[in-house]
């Protein structure tokens, strides 16, 4: 049985896409390439602490911060920009430690897209890395349930209380363990149904490293 789960609480490592053609985005990469303790990576895309890019955005967008605290998200994002978008990645994702930058040189790129008819605002993120931190999750009579199963899938050893995998082979991994013990009452097959419901579909898109993390 689940104690506590928070999508939010699970990304560490977020790609976010900003594109060199639109005025704030690149005055925000710009001013980052000048201002910030960054790393290059991949093709040109930055790296930069969540730390760093908190302060980042206080000390250079400060009036546009306090804008978007005082009209709230949901009336804010007709008029949205990367820095309400880099703004609330920080502020959702609790255990975020650190933030890649894509840069998108395509000239002819809209954030905008025709849902029902409505014309949406869409930034675009992807998860890099996150972790579950089982012991959080799962209640004491649970933790013990899931961890067997981990084990015996080969996802975590016996007495080692970290391992690191694909979001896809965790969730495949579980899925034929469910369907092998379809049926069953047992508390490890529950305890199954229960992880796999933690790695929903943004991480199942996304495909991130997870870390999985357990007390025994």
Do not use: W
């Not at 689940?2 to 005055?27: E, P």
């Not at 955005?57 to 949901?74: C, H, M, P, V, Y």
């Not at 930058?101 to 890099?128: A, E, H, P, Q, W």
């Amino acid at each position: 049985m689940i104690n506590y789960y928070d999508f939010n609480d699970v990304a560490t490592v977020i790609d976010a896409t900003l594109f060199k053609y639109n005025y704030i985005d690149n005055r925000i990469l710009t001013l980052v390439k000048n201002q910030l303790d960054y790393r290059v990576v991949n093709d040109g895309s930055l790296l930069v602490s969540k730390e760093q890019l908190s302060l980042f955005l206080k000390e250079n967008f400060q009036s546009d911060i306090n804008r978007i605290n005082a009209t709230g998200f949901e009336q804010f994002h007709k008029e949205a920009t990367t820095v309400y978008f880099l703004h609330k990645i920080l502020t959702d994702f609790t255990n975020l430690e650190y933030v890649k930058m894509t840069i998108n040189k395509n000239k002819s790129y809209s954030r905008l897209s025709d849902i029902d008819g409505v014309k949406t605002l869409r930034f675009n993120f992807k998860v890099l890395a996150g972790t579950l931190r089982l012991y959080d999750i799962f209640k004491e009579e649970s933790l013990k349930e899931i961890n067997n199963t981990l084990i015996s899938l080969g996802l975590m050893q016996k007495n080692v209380p970290y391992a690191r995998h694909h979001a896809s082979h965790i969730f495949n991994a579980l899925d034929s363990f469910v369907r092998s013990n379809e049926g069953s009452d047992a508390k490890e097959f529950e305890a199954a149904l229960d992880l796999m419901d933690c790695i929903e579909a943004k991480i199942q898109d996304d495909n991130p490293k997870i870390m999985l993390i357990t007390d025994y």
